[in-house]
């Protein structure tokens, strides 16, 4: 630890190179300068940016924390952290693009209300709510659906070890989005078909993914909210991080449309995080964040259970990664088994 002033200049620098990541990736610098060093003015001109002195400013900046490498007095070129924001294989684009849009910047902004008031104030700052913004702002959209696409992919690797999928023949994902989760599903067990559930726009994002995986004819998309109405005839239904976006009385409204559609004694599986004592500041951190943007949160066991025995669901199993899962701690992996009590 070095002197308190120098701590908290650390951390406001870090505030302003958290803008200039952003900025990188929506400029497209990253794949500017994979072919090799380019000057200010050439990159200027890749980018149509009017301003050729504020291009030079930005890559000076970007230079200072090390995004890219300045190799003469006017000329830039890549490093290996700017290499995993290009747009083909950079691993980490999507995330930036997320975090850094406005839906999931503004709401920080008023951190301080919410943990006043306990809960959020996205609609103040965006003046809507998250998924209404995220419907009127495709891209940004996009990029929340890409990278919840690369968590599905981690988790999906974790909870088909761990769940019998195999003993269903229609899993109907509530909530889906583009169909990540239930296509690895429909993958892993070619006798098994799905039913994906979400809004309008999600779906339609869904029918192309699961084109381009020659997975469409197994599939049913429906278009609608998971408040009013469930797609019924399921043998399993799935909520793969919807409750951690909700709070309690939204969540038993959810759940309790799951078990309407549900004949006696079919699965409602729910995927999501359970807070655990030993990884508090984890947990702490990703409720605290949720708890700003959407007022979700990170459950509890007994929390769970309170939400499940509201929409007349009974918790039959739980099962989280153990120490050996390839899955990543924080990752919403944890399989809650409930069924009509």
């Not at 902004?109 to 709510?129: C, F, P």
């Not at 199993?317 to 701690?329: C, K, Q, Y």
Request: with cysteine; charged share 25%.
């Amino acid at each position: 630890m070095g002197k308190p002033e120098d701590d908290l200049d650390d951390i406001l620098g870090a505030h302003w190179n958290f803008h200039i990541l952003g900025a990188a990736v929506r400029l497209g610098v990253a794949d500017a300068l994979a072919e090799g060093p380019r000057a200010a003015a050439d990159l200027a001109a890749e980018i149509g940016a009017s301003d050729v002195r504020a291009v030079s400013a930005f890559l000076n900046n970007a230079a200072s924390m090390g995004l890219v490498r300045r190799v003469e007095a006017d000329r830039f070129a890549e490093t290996p952290m700017l290499a995993l924001l290009r747009r083909d294989g950079g691993a980490y684009r999507n995330i930036v693009l997320m975090l850094t849009s406005p839906g999931l910047c503004r709401p920080a902004e008023m951190l301080h209300s919410v943990v006043l008031r306990g809960r959020s104030h996205t609609e103040d700052a965006l003046g809507k709510g998250l998924w209404s913004y995220y419907e009127e702002n495709p891209e940004d959209a996009a990029s929340f659906a890409d990278f919840m696409s690369e968590l599905s992919d981690m988790v999906a690797g974790s909870v088909l070890s761990r769940y019998a999928f195999h003993e269903h023949r229609k899993v109907v994902d509530v909530g889906g989005s583009n169909g990540t989760f239930l296509s690895r599903i429909l993958s892993e067990y070619p006798g098994i078909t799905g039913v994906l559930l979400d809004l309008p726009h999600a779906v339609d994002r869904a029918r192309r993914i699961m084109a381009e995986r020659g997975l469409s004819s197994r599939v049913e998309f429906v278009g609608g909210s998971f408040f009013e109405k469930v797609p019924e005839g399921g043998d399993v239904y799935v909520l793969k991080s919807i409750l951690s976006d909700w709070d309690d009385e939204s969540c038993v409204r959810i759940l309790s449309r799951c078990r309407e559609a549900a004949p006696p004694g079919t699965p409602v599986i729910v995927i999501d995080w359970l807070y655990r004592e030993d990884s508090a500041p984890i947990f702490d951190a990703i409720h605290l964040r949720q708890l700003a943007r959407v007022d979700g949160k990170v459950r509890t066991l007994s929390e769970y259970e309170s939400i499940f025995e509201a929409a007349g669901l009974a918790v039959g199993r739980v099962d989280s990664p153990t120490a050996g899962d390839a899955v990543a701690e924080w990752a919403p992996a944890t399989v809650f088994e409930t069924t009509r009590r």
